[in-house]
């Protein structure tokens, strides 16, 4: 393996017609990569994905956007979307790295008035509930976890901070599409979570602060594909194979040289998703 792409979905539908043909791109050019579940048929998905190719690894978990989609609930908060009975299935395969793409989402489209709605509060306890329940999974199977986290870094900071105080550094894992500020990053480094970026930073500024910031050593390449493609690939079908374009960026806002960085996101992946010191 010559690079990694930490986060993707080679589940996703957009891959249906060309799956295998993106996967022999990956192996002809040395990508390995996490694909990840957001619900439990694309976990389940991603773990055959993985087991049938040695450069790819899963994460098994269900996404905060699916307690809007009222499938799971009784009109409370009794009930979660994580029938851990499945997914302690799912586990069982030792190409399951992680847990996720887990955590809080609480983005809300802008109307056309441009005022932006809140999410509400019984959303947010089932988001929490949904959370807090794969965070005790990650804890029970030692497994990292893969966050998902957007206009919620705070709450979401909160609950983990309270998880790290009575089990330290078994709690882990990484920050999935990083877009919060330095203060956030560095709760996320107390806590020893590591963060990621994908193909947006080839086409912003936004990011180049605290891209600067993060530690060599706590930093990760993703592309989230098949979303949010990289230039020079920009308004495509993103693959995990454009990961390269997305850590050649980073090098540069880092100034740092393409190949000793390249080499720390490898041995970040391997510490934080495969245990390996």
Same mark, same amino acid.
């Given at each position: ?6 986060? &993707?979905? +080679? *589940?996703?539908?957009?891959?249906? /017609?060309?799956? @295998? =043909? ?79 793409? &887990?955590? +809080? *989402?609480?983005?809300?489209?802008? /109307?056309?008035? @441009? =005022? ?162």
């Amino acid at each position: 393996m010559k690079y990694v792409d930490i986060h &993707c979905h +080679l *589940d996703s539908k957009d891959f249906d /017609s060309d799956r @295998e =043909a993106v996967l022999a791109r990956m192996k002809e050019s040395g990508v390995g990569a996490i694909t990840i579940g957001a619900d439990l048929e694309s976990s389940k998905k991603a773990v055959e994905i993985a087991e049938q190719n040695e450069n790819v690894w899963a994460c098994i978990g269900v996404h905060p956007e699916e307690v809007s989609k009222g499938t799971f609930w009784d009109g409370g908060i009794s009930k979660v979307p994580f029938d851990t009975s499945e997914f302690e299935n799912l586990i069982k395969s030792p190409k399951v790295v992680g847990i996720g793409e &887990c955590g +809080l *989402d609480y983005f809300t489209p802008r /109307s056309s008035s @441009e =005022a932006k709605s809140e999410v509400g509060f019984l959303d947010k306890t089932k988001q929490k509930k949904l959370f807090e329940s794969q965070i005790q999974f990650a804890l029970k199977y030692d497994k990292p976890l893969m966050l998902h986290i957007r206009d919620a870094y705070t709450d979401a900071l909160d609950i983990l901070e309270s998880y790290h105080k009575v089990y330290r550094g078994k709690l882990r894992g990484n920050s999935h599409f990083f877009a919060g500020g330095i203060e956030q990053a560095k709760r996320f480094l107390d806590l020893g979570f590591t963060m990621s970026f994908t193909g947006v930073v080839t086409f912003t500024h936004d990011y180049d602060k605290i891209i600067k910031y993060i530690p060599q050593n706590f930093i990760m390449s993703e592309t989230d594909a098949p979303w949010v493609a990289p230039v020079p690939f920009r308004g495509k079908r993103n693959e995990p194979i454009y990961v390269i374009e997305v850590i050649k960026k980073m090098a540069e806002i880092r100034g740092e040289d393409f190949n000793v960085l390249n080499k720390a996101i490898i041995k970040n992946f391997e510490r934080v998703f495969l245990n390996r010191e």
